[in-house]
T-cell receptor, first 114, second 112 residues
Framework: EAGVAQSPRYKIIEKRQSVAFWCNPI?????LYWYQQILGQGPKLLIQ????????DSQLPKDRFSAERLKGVDSTLKIQPAKLEDSAVYLC????????????FGPGTRLTVT | SQQGEEDPQALSIQEGENATMNCSYK?????LQWYRQNSGRGLVHLIL?????REKHSGRLRVTLDTSKKSSSLLITASRAADTASYFC????????????FGKGTKLSVKP
Protein backbone atom coordinates (compact mmCIF):
# COMPACT_ATOMS: atom_id res chain seq x y z
CA GLU A 1 0.00 0.00 0.00
CA ALA A 2 1.44 3.38 -0.98
CA GLY A 3 1.98 5.78 1.89
CA VAL A 4 1.15 9.45 2.25
CA ALA A 5 2.97 11.46 -0.39
CA GLN A 6 4.13 15.04 0.09
CA SER A 7 5.96 17.52 -2.07
CA PRO A 8 8.23 19.31 -2.14
CA ARG A 9 10.50 17.75 0.51
CA TYR A 10 12.43 20.98 1.07
CA LYS A 11 11.69 24.62 0.36
CA ILE A 12 13.64 27.79 1.06
CA ILE A 13 11.91 31.13 0.59
CA GLU A 14 12.35 34.71 1.71
CA LYS A 15 9.96 36.30 4.17
CA ARG A 16 6.85 37.81 2.60
CA GLN A 17 6.97 35.30 -0.26
CA SER A 18 4.28 32.68 -0.74
CA VAL A 19 4.64 28.90 -0.73
CA ALA A 20 2.39 25.90 -1.30
CA PHE A 21 2.65 22.30 -0.14
CA TRP A 22 0.90 19.32 -1.65
CA CYS A 23 -0.31 16.11 -0.02
CA ASN A 24 -1.75 12.91 -1.44
CA PRO A 25 -3.20 10.71 1.32
CA ILE A 26 -3.48 6.94 1.38
CA UNK A 27 -6.18 5.79 -1.02
CA UNK A 28 -9.55 5.52 0.70
CA UNK A 29 -8.61 7.57 3.75
CA UNK A 30 -11.43 10.01 4.43
CA UNK A 31 -9.63 12.14 7.00
CA LEU A 32 -6.63 14.32 6.21
CA TYR A 33 -4.58 16.41 8.64
CA TRP A 34 -1.95 19.12 8.26
CA TYR A 35 0.50 19.59 11.15
CA GLN A 36 3.25 22.11 11.79
CA GLN A 37 6.31 20.80 13.65
CA ILE A 38 8.78 23.39 14.89
CA LEU A 39 12.27 22.11 15.71
CA GLY A 40 12.38 20.44 19.11
CA GLN A 41 8.61 20.29 19.52
CA GLY A 42 5.81 17.89 18.77
CA PRO A 43 3.50 18.33 15.79
CA LYS A 44 0.71 20.87 16.17
CA LEU A 45 -2.51 20.38 14.24
CA LEU A 46 -3.27 23.15 11.75
CA ILE A 47 -6.34 21.77 10.01
CA GLN A 48 -8.36 18.57 9.75
CA UNK A 49 -10.52 17.59 6.77
CA UNK A 50 -13.20 14.93 6.63
CA UNK A 51 -13.58 14.18 2.91
CA UNK A 52 -13.59 17.72 1.46
CA UNK A 53 -15.09 19.47 4.50
CA UNK A 54 -13.16 21.21 7.28
CA UNK A 55 -13.61 19.57 10.70
CA UNK A 56 -11.18 21.64 12.75
CA ASP A 57 -9.14 24.69 11.74
CA SER A 58 -9.06 26.39 15.12
CA GLN A 59 -5.24 26.58 15.18
CA LEU A 60 -4.77 27.68 11.58
CA PRO A 61 -3.49 31.29 11.31
CA LYS A 62 -6.11 32.23 8.80
CA ASP A 63 -4.64 35.64 8.02
CA ARG A 64 -1.77 33.92 6.19
CA PHE A 65 -2.48 30.19 5.97
CA SER A 66 -5.09 28.52 3.79
CA ALA A 67 -5.81 24.93 2.86
CA GLU A 68 -8.14 23.10 0.59
CA ARG A 69 -9.03 19.54 -0.23
CA LEU A 70 -10.92 19.58 -3.48
CA LYS A 71 -12.71 16.35 -4.43
CA GLY A 72 -11.86 14.91 -1.03
CA VAL A 73 -8.51 13.45 -2.06
CA ASP A 74 -5.38 15.61 -2.54
CA SER A 75 -4.82 18.68 -0.42
CA THR A 76 -2.75 21.84 -0.63
CA LEU A 77 -1.59 24.08 2.20
CA LYS A 78 -0.55 27.63 1.34
CA ILE A 79 1.26 30.31 3.28
CA GLN A 80 1.04 33.88 2.02
CA PRO A 81 2.97 35.90 3.06
CA ALA A 82 5.50 33.81 4.96
CA LYS A 83 7.14 34.97 8.18
CA LEU A 84 10.41 33.86 9.75
CA GLU A 85 8.49 31.97 12.47
CA ASP A 86 6.85 29.78 9.82
CA SER A 87 10.14 27.88 9.45
CA ALA A 88 9.15 24.34 10.38
CA VAL A 89 8.37 20.90 8.99
CA TYR A 90 4.85 20.63 7.60
CA LEU A 91 3.46 17.14 7.99
CA CYS A 92 0.45 15.68 6.27
CA UNK A 93 -1.32 12.67 7.75
CA UNK A 94 -4.37 10.63 6.88
CA UNK A 95 -6.59 8.12 8.59
CA UNK A 96 -9.31 5.78 7.44
CA UNK A 97 -11.86 7.64 9.51
CA UNK A 98 -11.53 10.34 12.14
CA UNK A 99 -12.41 9.67 15.72
CA UNK A 100 -8.89 9.54 17.08
CA UNK A 101 -7.74 6.51 15.15
CA UNK A 102 -4.22 5.72 14.03
CA UNK A 103 -2.80 8.31 11.67
CA UNK A 104 -0.36 7.68 8.83
CA PHE A 105 2.17 10.43 8.24
CA GLY A 106 3.99 11.56 5.13
CA PRO A 107 7.71 12.44 5.14
CA GLY A 108 6.99 16.15 5.57
CA THR A 109 8.13 19.35 3.87
CA ARG A 110 10.94 21.24 5.58
CA LEU A 111 10.34 24.97 5.09
CA THR A 112 13.04 27.53 5.77
CA VAL A 113 12.06 31.20 5.68
CA THR A 114 15.01 33.61 5.45
CA SER B 1 -2.05 23.87 23.32
CA GLN B 2 0.19 21.16 24.78
CA GLN B 3 -1.68 18.24 26.31
CA GLY B 4 1.02 15.63 26.76
CA GLU B 5 4.37 16.11 28.40
CA GLU B 6 7.01 13.44 27.96
CA ASP B 7 9.68 12.69 30.49
CA PRO B 8 12.62 12.56 30.21
CA GLN B 9 13.34 14.97 27.35
CA ALA B 10 16.38 12.92 26.40
CA LEU B 11 17.55 9.41 27.25
CA SER B 12 20.81 7.68 26.36
CA ILE B 13 21.27 3.94 26.93
CA GLN B 14 23.38 1.02 25.74
CA GLU B 15 22.11 -1.57 23.29
CA GLY B 16 20.31 -4.38 25.11
CA GLU B 17 19.09 -2.17 27.95
CA ASN B 18 15.46 -1.25 28.50
CA ALA B 19 14.16 2.27 27.84
CA THR B 20 11.23 3.78 29.69
CA MET B 21 9.51 6.99 28.66
CA ASN B 22 6.66 8.65 30.50
CA CYS B 23 3.83 10.88 29.37
CA SER B 24 1.50 12.98 31.48
CA TYR B 25 -1.61 14.70 30.20
CA LYS B 26 -4.20 17.12 31.52
CA UNK B 27 -7.71 16.35 30.33
CA UNK B 28 -9.81 13.21 29.91
CA UNK B 29 -9.00 11.10 26.91
CA UNK B 30 -10.59 8.59 24.56
CA UNK B 31 -7.23 7.05 23.78
CA LEU B 32 -3.51 7.70 23.92
CA GLN B 33 -1.08 6.84 21.14
CA TRP B 34 2.69 6.57 20.89
CA TYR B 35 4.58 7.54 17.72
CA ARG B 36 8.22 7.28 16.70
CA GLN B 37 10.06 9.79 14.53
CA ASN B 38 13.44 9.04 13.04
CA SER B 39 15.67 11.99 12.25
CA GLY B 40 14.25 14.05 9.41
CA ARG B 41 11.32 11.73 8.73
CA GLY B 42 7.59 11.53 9.34
CA LEU B 43 6.03 9.88 12.33
CA VAL B 44 5.23 6.20 12.58
CA HIS B 45 2.40 4.91 14.75
CA LEU B 46 3.55 2.42 17.39
CA ILE B 47 0.62 1.62 19.62
CA LEU B 48 -2.82 2.87 20.70
CA UNK B 49 -4.26 2.30 24.17
CA UNK B 50 -7.88 3.12 24.96
CA UNK B 51 -9.02 4.84 28.13
CA UNK B 52 -10.55 1.61 29.47
CA UNK B 53 -7.32 -0.36 28.96
CA ARG B 54 -4.46 -0.51 31.46
CA GLU B 55 -1.70 -2.27 29.54
CA LYS B 56 -0.90 -3.21 25.97
CA HIS B 57 1.96 -5.07 24.30
CA SER B 58 3.32 -5.04 20.79
CA GLY B 59 6.55 -6.93 20.17
CA ARG B 60 9.23 -5.33 22.36
CA LEU B 61 6.90 -2.47 23.31
CA ARG B 62 4.81 -2.31 26.45
CA VAL B 63 2.48 0.60 27.16
CA THR B 64 0.65 1.27 30.41
CA LEU B 65 -2.07 3.79 31.09
CA ASP B 66 -3.18 5.14 34.46
CA THR B 67 -6.18 7.40 33.92
CA SER B 68 -6.40 8.27 37.63
CA LYS B 69 -2.92 9.79 37.42
CA LYS B 70 -3.38 10.95 33.82
CA SER B 71 -0.15 9.28 32.80
CA SER B 72 1.22 6.65 30.45
CA SER B 73 4.55 4.94 30.02
CA LEU B 74 6.25 3.31 27.05
CA LEU B 75 8.78 0.57 27.73
CA ILE B 76 11.09 -0.66 24.99
CA THR B 77 12.81 -3.87 26.02
CA ALA B 78 16.17 -5.10 24.74
CA SER B 79 16.81 -1.90 22.85
CA ARG B 80 18.68 -1.79 19.54
CA ALA B 81 20.62 0.96 17.81
CA ALA B 82 17.74 1.15 15.31
CA ASP B 83 15.44 2.29 18.14
CA THR B 84 17.29 5.61 18.20
CA ALA B 85 14.57 8.17 17.48
CA SER B 86 12.21 10.66 19.11
CA TYR B 87 9.13 9.21 20.75
CA PHE B 88 5.91 11.19 21.11
CA CYS B 89 2.76 10.53 23.03
CA UNK B 90 -0.44 11.89 21.50
CA UNK B 91 -3.82 12.13 23.15
CA UNK B 92 -7.25 11.99 21.62
CA UNK B 93 -9.24 14.03 24.11
CA UNK B 94 -12.90 13.59 25.00
CA UNK B 95 -15.14 15.99 23.11
CA UNK B 96 -12.60 16.62 20.38
CA UNK B 97 -13.14 16.10 16.69
CA UNK B 98 -10.88 13.08 16.82
CA UNK B 99 -7.64 14.95 16.30
CA UNK B 100 -4.49 14.29 18.32
CA UNK B 101 -2.52 16.57 20.62
CA PHE B 102 1.17 15.72 20.72
CA GLY B 103 3.73 16.22 23.47
CA LYS B 104 7.25 17.53 22.93
CA GLY B 105 8.76 14.07 22.75
CA THR B 106 11.59 12.08 24.29
CA LYS B 107 14.80 11.80 22.30
CA LEU B 108 16.18 8.29 22.72
CA SER B 109 19.74 7.44 21.81
CA VAL B 110 20.78 3.77 21.85
CA LYS B 111 24.54 3.26 21.68
CA PRO B 112 25.88 0.09 20.07
Amino acid sequence: EAGVAQSPRYKIIEKRQSVAFWCNPISGHATLYWYQQILGQGPKLLIQFQNNGVVDDSQLPKDRFSAERLKGVDSTLKIQPAKLEDSAVYLCASSLVGGGNEQYFGPGTRLTVT
Amino acid sequence: SQQGEEDPQALSIQEGENATMNCSYKTSINNLQWYRQNSGRGLVHLILIRSNEREKHSGRLRVTLDTSKKSSSLLITASRAADTASYFCATNTRGSQGNLIFGKGTKLSVKP
